[in-house]
């Protein structure tokens, strides 16, 4: 497909598969709970086995991993076509669906034949990913908004013009025909269409290579290739949990992989079946479920006792209602056994659309437990590219110092004591950026007519990965005070200056999303020793990031002591630091 600069493409990883799964979730909130007990009732079978029955389909093409790592651990693959355009697509939103997705994406959904998405964390470091989207008619012209291309340049591969990332972490966006886009890392890319990476075999790959395409949505995750990383992140939670709950973190290592495959646009199975190291362990599995869910019960069943003995028989008639639904809700989720294999639900949508509601439901339920999950992912993606931004920022401050023997101050100064420029137009040469600095009038303050200009080429090590800030805008801001490495003066701070320490002195920080300003704007966060948190930790769960004069990167927490965080500001308070 060829591109122009003003139809260039974007597409958010995550942004099709979030408008399904919202149209799903919220359908399924109103409805769910009465619809399974009313299917139950009226002869449905439960989801665990195999219910309406249909003429068999004609088999379906395998699933097309062409543009997927052999190192995946991974796989998502999702057809929103199929689904608005299914007689199923009576019960969603899909005006909603197609005008959130042309406003946000550029993209029609319904559009979408089919998006596919992996995860390859072999570098730990710099996780691999990528999407490729398939759309139904050619993709004719795609315009994104600019904060979602604003890391991004127009460049050339294979003779196809695309917007190539400037940073390693972020994707660069390459439609390799006029009917698909792949978003990926510029190396990713750039291994799919030269062909350099041709592996057929991985853990993904291998299991994916029998299993029939065509399906509204399909989910397999390689848990023992990601067992590791699991583990790691569980031993912090695991030092907090009760011993009672531990058993479930030391599941983890019982479990191989899982598989989810869900269809409510057609007659054809769905299922979550969980795949045990061997027969031993997903009877271990069983078992744990079976005696947690009978413990479940026992602990509803005592903090229902208050109720039951209420004077008020609406309270005592609701404690029954409670102990009676709970114990329906939990048998529909007890997985079957057979060999290895854990089946927790197995049926197959029917024509009627009391059963296509029960599978909403069903899908409901799974997205209001993976959801938490999603969302933790995703932060967790976009704290690290913040945490590289601010990195390169810290190696230029630090590069900047070894050229002039001195920290830039916060402002380029006029002759006459005025604060014209920001720190951040000074280190310009010091981020591969020397002819963007050349063009600068280091004479003329920031909102000069000519500098006013340059505001709109921001780098994109300034834009924050978190999609909130308008363009030319930046919250990597220093902290500034007399106190700090950055006074708020004219002078250029020397390391002999810094005596707290580097690594534990603060120069630069992620602030809120409010206190944002145009890049080149000679102005930060202000220092204030009574409050000096003011401004910081409303962009990351839990706390803020903050760049050290030492060239670290550290998420400090929003409940750290204030005597510590005021000590860290400061260059030579000479406090003692122990840990934070």
Known sequence: MSVHASHIFHKSRAGIMKQSTCIVLAVSMAVGPSLEVWAQDNGTQSPVHNSAKSAPAAPAAPIDTKYVSPSAVALVVLRPAQIMNSPMAELLPTEVATAAGLKSLGIDPANVEEATAFVDPTNPAAPNYGLAIKFVKPLQRFNPPVPLRAHTQLNELAGKKYLKSQQPMLPSFYAPDDRTLLVAPDATIKQFVEGTSKASSGPILDRVKNVPGGNDLYVIVDIASLRPLIQMGLAQAERNMPPEGRQFLNAISLVSSAELTLNLSKSAPSSLVVHANDADAAKQIETLISDTAAKGREQMRAQLARLKASDDPVERAYAHYLERMSERWSQPFMPTREGADLTFFRFEVGGSPQ????????????????????????????????????????????????????????????????????????????????????????????????????????????????????????????????????????KNMRLQNITDGMSHTIMIVEANADKAVEWTKPDDVKYDATNPTAGLGGVRPGGWLAGFADGHVQMISNSIDINTVKAMFTRAGGELINSF
């Not at 110092?401 to 420029?421: C, M, Q, R, T, V």
């Open 355 to 490: 059963q296509q509601l029960v599978t909403v439901a069903v899908v409901g339920m799974l997205v209001a437990l993976l959801l938490p999950a999603v969302q933790a992912a995703r932060e967790a993606a976009r704290r690290t590219a913040s945490t590289n931004d601010l990195k390169q920022l810290l190696l230029a401050l630090l590069l900047y110092e070894d050229a002039h023997k001195a920290f830039p101050a916060h402002a380029i100064y006029s002759k006459d004591g005025k604060a014209l420029l920001s720190w951040r137009v000074a280190i310009l040469p010091y981020i591969g950026q020397q002819d963007l600095y050349n063009q600068f009038h280091l004479d003329e303050p920031w909102d000069s007519e000519h500098n006013r200009a340059l505001i709109a080429r921001m780098p994109a090590v300034f834009q924050n990965p978190n999609p909130s800030l308008p363009p030319g805008k930046t919250n990597y801001l220093a902290m500034v005070g007399k106190e700090c490495v950055f006074d708020g003066t004219s």
